[in-house]
């Protein structure tokens, strides 16, 4: 039997709508719930704590609105809440995110390897432990990225601005040898198109966007919570939801309209 209840996905902004992609590229039977909690973004310089006490209003909201499951489209959320809300919801298939070390570790030639992503991802315990399972026979040079997800929320994907500040987060990766570039935090995907001019062409990107859409079919595939509908979604922002409104066609590719979060 299909399962046609909404799948819930949310991030500190519109960053998980590069997960929301590839989660209606595979899934394009399901129904999905967007919260962008921009009113509060970014998370990547805001304390545990707090991340925490945004995740468990959003995750309670969309659980009300019906979600079958959850996406934490969201790294640096994943790395401060996810334990948490497994724990509070044991019943309901949850699935975070984390930086591609793993792969990235596999793929690189020259043993170095980048990492963008957020401050509160690379201070983060979950981080540390992914390097130590994962990452021990090659360099890792990580570098967090204040700006970059401002830019991306504004839509601002390949302007002068966006494009010095990237420039200079990447520019010692590559200096120092790095072949193989993992975009840790969500918002990131969108700017590889402004990335692979930047990047000399032996440099690969990595995100777990695609491997987070595969996960959540096999995880709902196991409870036989698959659906089987025509895909309607619908978006909430904490923040301006004109701002939202206006970004979509860019980011998502199509219009939609957006309602006001209230939590
Ligand atoms: N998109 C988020 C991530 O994947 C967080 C960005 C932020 O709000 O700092 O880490």
């Known amino acids: 039997m299909a399962d046609n209840a909404p799948i819930g996905v949310f991030d500190s902004g519109v960053g998980g709508l590069s997960v929301l992609r590839e989660i209606r590229a595979r899934l394009p039977g399901e129904s999905l719930l967007y919260l962008a909690d921009s009113g509060h973004v970014p998370y990547g310089e805001k304390s545990p704590e707090f991340i925490r006490a945004r995740c468990r209003a959003i995750a309670t909201f969309l659980l009300e609105q019906g979600a079958k499951a959850l996406v934490l489209a969201c790294n640096t959320a994943t790395a401060a809440a996810v334990a948490e809300l497994r724990e509070r919801y044991p019943n309901v298939p949850l699935v975070g995110m984390e930086p591609a070390v793993k792969p990235a570790a596999q793929a690189t030639r020259s043993g170095v390897v980048g990492v963008l992503a957020t401050t509160g991802t690379l201070k983060s315990a979950k981080f540390a432990a992914l390097l130590d399972r994962f990452a021990s026979d090659v360099c890792v040079i990580t570098q ?24 200079g987060f990447v520019e010692p990766l590559i200096e120092q040898g790095c072949d193989t570039l993992i975009l840790g935090c969500t918002h990131y995907p969108f700017l590889r198109p402004l990335l692979t001019k930047l990047l000399p062409a032996t440099v690969t990107l990595v995100d777990t966007g695609a491997a987070v859409a595969r996960h959540l079919e096999t995880v709902l595939a196991a409870r036989d919570q698959l659906g089987d509908g025509a895909m309607t979604t619908r978006f909430w922002s904490s923040g301006d939801p004109r701002r939202l409104a206006g970004v979509l066609p860019i980011l998502w590719g199509e219009n939609g309209g957006v309602e006001a979060c209230p939590v």
């Open 144 to 167: 967090p990225c204040p700006g970059l997800v401002e830019c991306v929320e504004a839509g601002e994907l390949d302007t002068e601005a966006t494009r010095s500040l990237l420039q």
